[in-house]
């Protein structure tokens, strides 16, 4: 696999745009954090409020300066907003494989298609463009809309790991680990992501 963190990867369709991370770009989303703190139930440490917001949004970008993390603004293009984030992570070139996931969008935009056009770029550059063989998801055991997401767009189960992680008030939770291959993505998975939202439009 191909990966580099150094490049500015920019994935987009006639509905969104995906672009790496700026500091400038708090501003444009911090208001997703002030006033819905509901989208923030499942994420590690949460980020519900200015001053969590500020933090869950700068160690974002502490982690793609240390090439850990390469997380994306999103841009819906009908509605002329940036409406959420999303990254690539655990990144092995080695072992061509990464995971998708920190992934969030504001309550208007969350059941629109949105997260199914984002997902379809997202993982078509990393099998059809930096090779690799394996995409990995992950998610709260107890975040049921997460899970039928990433179900829905051809994610298998691969199983629970107990005591894995944090919720946003710093619970212990399990999480469950899902996984695309490239194999599932080009026989079977993409044209049927493709169809969904076809339909969904």
Partial sequence: MNFDFTEEYILDNDYVLLRP???ADK???INYGITEPEIWRYNVNGGDGKEKFEIYFDTAIKLLKEKNHYPFIIFDKRS???IGMTRF???SNEFSRLDIGYTWYGKNFQGTGINKM???LLLEFAFEKLGAIRVGFGANSKNE???NAMKSIGCKVEGILRN???DADGNVIDSIKLSILKEEWVGNV???LKNKIENKL
């Fill in 190 to 192: 993409k044209e049927a």
């Fill in 145 to 147: 809309r997460s899970i």
């Fill in 80 to 82: 002329g907003q940036y």
């Fill in 89 to 91: 992570y655990e990144v």
């Fill in 118 to 120: 984002c997902k379809f």
């Fill in 164 to 166: 894995y992680s944090k």
């Fill in 27 to 29: 501003e444009l989303i």
């Fill in 21 to 23: 991370l700026e500091v």
